[in-house]
């Protein structure tokens, strides 16, 4: 009996960490069409609210749907993409990393000491107007 307890109690335990895990899944959210039949997306599961610097941290990837590329984050055969830290209220951002298959997605330590660049351009102005409205509810890391 004690042995069923314990079974009971340990697969309570590790049923919310196998969830909190699919979690953590790609969940792409198109944000705008590029040109040549480009798509841009971003991750909903990235995208948290830096603690030291408050500003939104999102991963974006784009995509050719007729070519069969993407959007798919760092590692994946057909990964290509940014992420970048945006101060919603400036509307600027630092581009954090880049990556595609055959550079891996490398975080420097010291990203937010750079120099934020202003959201010009119709994708990121594209990326902030789909973000910056869920700020306030993104997790903060």
């Known amino acids: 009996m004690r042995r069923v307890i314990a079974l009971a109690a340990a ?5 919310p960490l196998v969830l909190a895990g699919a979690a953590s899944a790609e969940t792409w ?3 705008v069409d590029g040109p040549n039949g480009t798509q ?3 991750d909903a599961d990235y995208t948290y609210k830096d603690k030291a610097s408050g500003r939104v941290v999102v991963m974006q ?6 070519a069969k590329l993407g959007p798919s984050g760092p590692g994946k055969p057909d990964g290509v993409g940014y992420v970048y830290a945006i101060d919603c209220g400036k509307k600027n951002l630092i581009t954090v990393a880049a990556y595609k298959p055959s550079v891996a997605l490398d975080i420097p330590s ?7 660049k202003k959201a010009s351009g119709p994708e990121n102005e594209a990326l902030l107007a789909a ?4 700020a306030e509810h993104v997790p903060v890391r």
């Open 29 to 31: 959210t198109k944000f």
């Open 40 to 42: 841009w997306s971003y």
């Open 131 to 134: 973000v910056c409205p869920h």
């Open 110 to 116: 010291g990203w937010r000491a750079e120099t934020p």
């Open 61 to 66: 990837a784009v995509s050719k749907p007729e």
């Open 11 to 15: 697969t309570a335990f590790a049923a």
